[in-house]
């Protein structure tokens, strides 16, 4: 059974850090992307950062480009975003998912999830 277990969310102030974890399992993490998506309340999800396990092609949303980095440590199966300059409107509901790595783009990221994780909620206060 394929799960995603995000973690690490939590409340920080404007300008603080936090480093969400996705711990995956029940798949061969080599040849996938892994993918971390938000949504805020009465917004649509977007794509925040992907990262393809086997060779480390990452991508990041404009709205994140220089304060979040996404790293993968295939021993453990685990994805990790590092959220640094925290703003209020990074305030979300933070998802990881999967694909074959195949579906993933330097231009768009990840797309076409097959596996979605529950979600970690990170509240930025100003």
């Known amino acids: 059974e394929v799960q995603l277990q995000a973690s690490g969310g939590g409340l920080v102030q404007a300008g603080g850090s936090l480093r969400l974890s996705c711990a995956a399992s029940g798949f061969t993490f080599d040849g996938h992307a892994i993918g971390w998506f938000r949504q805020a309340p009465g917004k649509e999800r977007e794509g925040v950062s992907c990262?393809?396990?086997?060779?480390?092609?990452?991508y990041y949303a404009d709205s994140v480009k220089g304060r979040f980095t996404i790293s993968s440590d295939n021993a453990k199966n685990t994805v990790y975003l590092q959220m640094n300059s925290l703003k209020p409107e990074d305030t979300a509901v933070y998802y990881c998912a999967t694909v074959d790595s195949s579906y993933y783009s330097d231009y768009e990221g990840c797309i076409g999830m097959d596996y979605w994780g529950k979600g970690t909620l990170v509240t930025v206060s100003s």
């Open positions: 990262i393809t396990s086997s060779d480390g092609r990452t």
